[in-house]
């Protein structure tokens, strides 16, 4: 596995797309992980793989002090310039969730809503998001479990552009024996709760040409592949929509996993 080559295309997959409209569908998830972890004010947080900042919009809204770091650089003046917009005092920072630039224990909290999962070595991640984290403190993760839509949007994709043979998947996070295994060696306690998120749309033809011009991951593909392969890819697609969300008005229901992690005193 080149781990330096899958993160160039993570920074640049990630810049692509108008990430706003999948930020918004993903809102509510950064509310319940900030729950969960009950973050209060007073508090220091970091969101990792922050997207454009919905965990430590969500923390910063109760009064933590936040940090927000992704590895995308256009993520980061994203993030930035919505947290001004939105009049919330977040601090952003470039930063890779296998390397953060953190001295150890320094957060109360340290969350990543469906960013961290992504990192290409699960082991290394889950070290540095326990190695910043305080004693006492709480590293939240949030994953797609692996039959919910997401997960299985990314099995499409992956016979039309199969990743490198030996990178994880990143809905094993949501597998409880294999999050624990990544734990293990580490100071903390591990529990999981279930959750779920209901995305709407006027139909599955809608839903989708929506993600095709906003998730990135989408737009990375339908810059990348012969017309006629992503026409195919989509209308697979499609079909897994309609099947999971009806057909004419869709709502399909996304169950996902809460990973907390308390750090251990």
């Not at 508090?43 to 927000?68: K, P």
């Not at 109360?108 to 961290?116: I, L, N, T």
Request: hydrophobic share 40%; proline share 7%; with cysteine.
């Amino acid at each position: 596995m080149d781990v330096d080559q899958i993160k160039q295309r993570q920074r640049a997959i990630w810049g692509l797309g108008d990430y706003s409209t999948l930020s918004r569908a993903l809102w509510p998830a950064s509310v319940e992980l900030c729950d969960a972890c009950a973050v209060s004010a007073g508090q220091e947080v970091l969101d990792v793989a922050a997207g454009d900042g919905n965990f430590a919009r969500a923390c910063a809204r109760v009064g933590a002090t936040v940090v927000a770091s992704d590895i995308s650089p256009v993520m980061v003046e994203r993030g930035r310039a919505r947290a001004r917009e939105e009049g919330y005092e977040i601090e952003w920072v470039e930063a890779d969730a296998e390397q953060l630039p953190f001295e150890d224990e320094r957060f109360d909290c340290v969350g990543s809503v469906f960013g961290a999962m992504i990192a290409p070595r699960p082991e290394v991640v889950a070290r540095e998001l326990v190695r910043v984290t305080r004693p006492g403190g709480t590293v939240g993760m949030t994953a797609w479990r692996p039959d919910s839509f997401v997960p299985r949007l990314g099995q499409i994709s992956r016979r039309y552009a199969p990743p490198p043979a030996d990178q994880p998947l990143a809905d094993e996070w949501a597998d409880e024996e294999t999050a624990r295994r990544r734990f293990e060696a580490l100071p903390v306690t591990v529990e999981f709760k279930t959750r779920s998120l209901v995305w709407e749309a006027e139909s599955p033809e809608a839903f989708v040409a929506e993600q095709g011009e906003s998730a990135p991951p989408w737009v990375a593909a339908k810059q990348a592949m012969p017309p006629e392969s992503y026409a195919a890819m989509v209308a697979e697609v499609v079909e897994v929509a309609r099947s999971m969300g009806g057909d004419g008005p869709t709502a399909i229901e996304n169950e996902y996993v809460l990973i907390l992690a308390r750090r251990r005193g």
